[in-house]
């Protein structure tokens, strides 16, 4: 989910930055990611306005999914769960907004979970509609949940890219290391993707290369020409891959794919739409899974061509193939 309310100024403990990568893959030949849509959703909105924002991990024989539902007031993180990864069971709202000094009553979800040692973590945007911050919960079972009292990553400084609003994280952990990529939206209204690393998840370091993903020039008439967020990033074949969401000018949205030997830099690759009636104006919010080989993907899909809410949201399934370029062409 988007945000493009007018926003106010402020940092409240602004992270430090520093000039990182994520650790060096080789690369390798060039290839390029291939996106699959199933024709149906594989959760479905009941009385909820939206189901959007999957987050998938798997924990043994059991998929969990950390999605984010709407009612038409507030957003919420609800929890699914399911033996294949395709038919899910509902378990019911686990995190809400509030009651944390700096949370509103609007948001607690667009979430990004991991599965550790010890239990359950997972990022999540909150704040005033007007700018929203990411904050962390922690678990022992995926269903019982403890925020940090403070956001844990912040808006940039005044003139920043990302000054005016951080939202969307997603989260993945190389040698012992957290890496989270976020939305970040200018002054300008601009929503480009940043990186930021951590030893703890909690204390973070953004990069002072962000955006490491940027929108095109205006008129380019690219699929992410009004905006780009919502990122998931995974790794194989030598690379790292990213899936994003673009925004065009009509406020349709499309998954689109770029990759990198390090993380921070980045080449765009292609976009891809949906063609059911149910995903045919949005196809939104990513998360990946490597799953016994394949490359499974989870994404929200509407057929109201909006940027952030009401869109008849609904959460499908797909698949990403990685393929040469010459068998491309």
């Given at each position: 989910m988007f945000f493009l309310t007018a926003l106010a100024l402020g940092c409240?403990?602004?992270?430090?930055?520093?000039?990182?990568?994520?650790?060096?893959?080789?690369?390798?030949?060039?290839?390029?990611?291939?996106?699959?849509?199933?024709?149906?959703?594989?959760?479905?909105?009941?009385?909820?306005a939206?189901?959007?924002?999957?987050?998938?991990?798997?924990?043994?024989?059991?998929?969990?999914n950390f999605y984010s539902a709407f009612d038409g007031h507030t957003w919420f993180t609800a929890l699914a769960t399911s033996p294949d990864g395709t038919h899910w069971n509902k378990q019911g709202r686990v995190l809400s907004p509030g009651p944390q000094s700096?949370?509103?009553?609007?948001?607690?979800?667009?979430?990004?979970?991991?599965?550790?040692?010890d239990g359950w973590l997972y990022w999540y945007q909150s704040g005033e509609r007007g700018l929203p911050r990411i904050g962390l919960a922690?678990?022992?079972?995926?269903?019982?949940?403890?925020?940090?009292?403070?956001?844990?990553?912040?808006?940039?400084?005044?003139?920043?890219w990302d000054e005016k609003g951080v939202a969307d994280p997603y989260v993945l952990k190389r040698n012992g290391e957290f890496y989270i990529y976020y939305l970040g939206q200018n002054r300008a209204r601009q929503q480009q993707i940043g990186l930021a690393r951590s030893s703890d998840g909690e204390h973070w370091v953004k990069s002072l290369a962000n955006p490491v993903l940027r929108?095109?020039?205006?008129?380019?008439?690219?699929?992410?020409?009004?905006?780009?967020?919502?990122?998931?990033?995974?790794?194989?074949?030598?690379w790292y891959w990213m899936i994003y969401?673009?925004?065009?000018?009509?406020?349709?949205?499309?998954?689109?794919?770029?990759?990198?030997?390090d993380g921070v830099h980045w080449e765009k690759?292609?976009?891809?739409?949906?063609?059911?009636?149910?995903?045919?104006?949005?196809?939104?919010?990513?998360?990946?899974?490597?799953d016994d080989g394949r490359i499974?993907?989870?994404?929200?899909?509407?057929?109201?061509?909006?940027?952030?809410?009401?869109?008849d949201g609904q959460i499908g399934e797909g698949s990403i193939g990685i393929r040469s370029e010459a068998t491309r062409r």
């Open positions: 409240d403990g602004c992270a430090n930055f520093a000039d990182f990568s994520l650790p060096p893959l080789p690369g390798g030949p060039a290839v390029t990611a291939n996106v699959l849509f199933l024709a149906t959703p594989v959760l479905t909105r009941e009385q909820e939206d189901i959007l924002n999957p987050s998938v991990v798997r924990d043994g024989a059991t998929y969990y700096w949370e509103s009553d609007y948001i607690a979800a667009n979430g990004s979970a991991l599965r550790e040692s922690r678990s022992r079972d995926g269903r019982n949940w403890t925020k940090v009292t403070a956001p844990v990553l912040p808006p940039g400084p005044r003139g920043a929108v095109p020039w205006p008129g380019s008439g690219q699929a992410d020409e009004n905006g780009l967020g919502e990122p998931a990033v995974w790794q194989s074949d030598g969401t673009g925004r065009n000018t009509r406020e349709q949205r499309s998954l689109m794919t770029a990759r990198s030997s690759l292609g976009s891809f739409r949906g063609q059911e009636a149910w995903d045919r104006e949005v196809v939104c919010d990513p998360t990946v899974l490597i499974r993907l989870w994404f929200g899909g509407g057929d109201r061509a909006r940027p952030d809410e009401n869109l």
